[in-house]
């Protein structure tokens, strides 16, 4: 098909507008049909093409892991062939398998980006569903695509907080796999050119398809998919809306059957977020870049590690006991006593692992994962030392996150008490990733898995994003083979 124009091919007899343009529901709609490049603060622009970046980086590493291998034989022996590209692979499938699978690689190293206050990884859930779109046109230009991408961090964020964010974790949901499908249909909607009409019936769509269980953390692969299954779910709901499909309106504000009364039920959800400075406040800028390859949650317990060995003289064989606190959604997220043997998963998602290579290595790293070193003794003799507290009042007034508040304590064999208590790592909203320092992780990891040149053109492509007339130079560079990080 040629480049979507708006509304282009929809098939409805729907208003332009929303069901009830005044609600949560119909504002966000019209907004997202009416904003345009020009509206994006350049700042937001210049940050959407390093998030970009750094999702198709960890795209590139995440490609050929063992568990994502898994994930290709078994796609693409249901879906087979068709005209979309898996990243890393060298191979194509149909548009849906294929946001499944990259969406998959992008989550498959706990290296993606996430949003602190209503934790998702934006990056695994817009940027698989836009590539898939992108497929299905001829000639989508790098401006479009940027201003799809950057909707589509913006929604995301906007339905979490309503959820109040982290609560999602802490009853058990993959927070992001649930509110993720909204951003993904708002990136595709976008980038299909759908009116207001049909960015609602695509958000009541992608509503209907949210799902995503946190039990995954402990062993299953599946936590790797949840964030393209639910991109794929984007995906479906924006080209369903475009043909005139209709989905649940008003979908945010239904007393019964809505997204917020259904996933929020008995913790009063908050419409209101979903509009809060809409136009004016932009979530893009607070996503998180990591350094460390595991869960979001436990970075401030980790770089809480790394000061105190760079600050103090002592070893591992030093340490007595180790006593992390923290509040509640990492608690119940990220803290349950391992055992031997530990998956990769389970090490990348535990707060007593985490911290025992972070003090041991010097680093939360690939390297960290492999068996062995998840299997060593040293490892585990620090595992068995530790103790995670669940500390819900915040340790210091100034700290207004309290998804974040950690204090790590290190007692030595001769009494000596060392803490350290941070609200937030490196990355987080007050202390981000300057886009520098994204690129240079992004270097690092495709360099673990291609050639300097092919990576350095898909940086030189993505970061000039906005002047490309066609994105076909780039979908070629990612779509090429790249060896296994792990291998």
Same mark, same amino acid.
């Given at each position: 098909m040629s480049a979507p124009t708006p509304a282009a091919d929809r098939q409805s007899s729907a208003p332009n507008g929303p069901t009830d343009p005044d609600g949560p529901t119909g504002r966000l709609a019209e907004w997202l049909a009416a904003t345009t490049l020009d509206d994006i603060p350049a700042s937001v622009r210049e940050r959407g093409v390093h998030l970009i970046l750094d999702g198709l980086g960890c795209a590139l590493i995440g490609a050929q892991l063992p568990w994502s291998r898994r994930a290709v034989d078994g796609v693409l022996a249901m879906e087979g062939t068709g005209d979309t590209p898996v990243? =890393?692979?060298? &191979?194509?499938?149909s548009g849906?398998?294929?946001?499944?699978?990259?969406?998959?690689?992008?989550?498959?190293?706990? #290296?993606?980006?996430?949003?602190? @206050? $209503?934790?998702?990884?934006?990056?695994? #859930?817009?940027?698989?569903?836009?590539?898939?779109?992108?497929?299905?046109?001829?000639?989508?230009?790098?401006?479009?695509?940027? &201003? $799809?991408?950057?909707? =589509?961090?913006?929604?995301?964020? @906007?339905?979490?907080?309503?959820?109040? =964010?982290?609560?999602?974790?802490? @009853?058990g949901w993959h927070s992001g796999s649930v509110f993720g499908t909204h951003a993904a249909a708002a990136a595709c909607g976008a980038l299909r050119g759908l009116d207001a009409a049909g960015f609602e019936d695509a958000l009541g769509l992608a509503a209907t398809q949210s799902a995503g269980l946190m039990a995954a953390q402990y062993e299953a692969m599946s936590k790797r998919m949840h964030h393209g299954l639910a991109a794929r779910n984007g995906f479906y709901?924006?080209?369903?809306?475009?043909?005139?499909?209709? =989905?649940?309106? &008003?979908?945010?504000? &239904?007393p019964y059957g809505g997204f917020l009364s259904t996933f929020g039920e008995g913790h009063d959800p908050d419409a209101a977020q979903i509009t809060k400075d809409l136009g004016e406040q932009w979530h893009t800028e607070a996503i998180t870049v990591k350094i460390h390859a595991a869960m979001g949650g436990l970075h401030p317990a980790i770089d809480a590690?790394?000061?105190?060995?760079?600050?103090?003289?002592?070893?591992?064989?030093?340490?007595?006991s180790i006593r992390i606190q923290v509040p509640d959604a990492i608690y119940h997220h990220g803290w349950w006593q391992p055992e031997r043997p530990l998956t990769t998963i389970g090490a990348q998602m535990n707060i007593g692992y985490a911290v025992a290579v972070a003090l041991l290595d010097g680093q939360v790293r690939p390297a960290q994962f492999h068996d062995a070193r998840i299997d060593a003794d040293d490892v585990w003799q620090l595992v068995e030392r530790t103790e995670v507290l669940l500390d819900s009042a915040p340790q210091d007034p100034a700290w207004t996150e309290p998804g974040y508040n950690t204090r790590v304590t290190l007692t030595l064999h001769g009494g000596e008490q060392l803490t350290r208590a941070l609200n937030q790592p490196h990355g987080g909203p007050d202390d981000p990733l300057t886009n520098a320092e994204i690129r240079d992780k992004y270097r690092a990891l495709t360099a673990q898995v291609t050639d300097t040149a092919r990576a350095a053109e898909i940086e030189k492509v993505v970061l000039d994003l906005e002047s490309q007339d066609r994105l076909d130079d780039l979908i070629d560079l990612l779509a090429a083979p790249v060896r296994g990080a792990l291998d």
């Open positions: 990243i =890393g692979w060298g &191979r194509t499938t849906p398998a294929a946001a499944v699978l990259n969406g998959t690689f992008i989550q498959g190293f706990e #290296l993606d980006d996430y949003y602190p @206050r $209503a934790p998702l990884h934006s990056a695994s #859930l817009v940027l698989p569903a836009l590539l898939s779109t992108v497929a299905a046109y001829d000639g989508v230009r790098g401006a479009d695509f940027l &201003r $799809a991408s950057v909707l =589509g961090f913006e929604t995301g964020p @906007r339905v979490g907080l309503a959820l109040h =964010g982290s609560q999602m974790l802490s @009853r709901a924006a080209g369903l809306a475009q043909v005139g499909y209709t =989905g649940i309106k &008003r979908v945010f504000e &239904r590690a790394l000061s105190l060995s760079a600050d103090h003289n002592f070893d591992a064989d030093d340490i007595a």
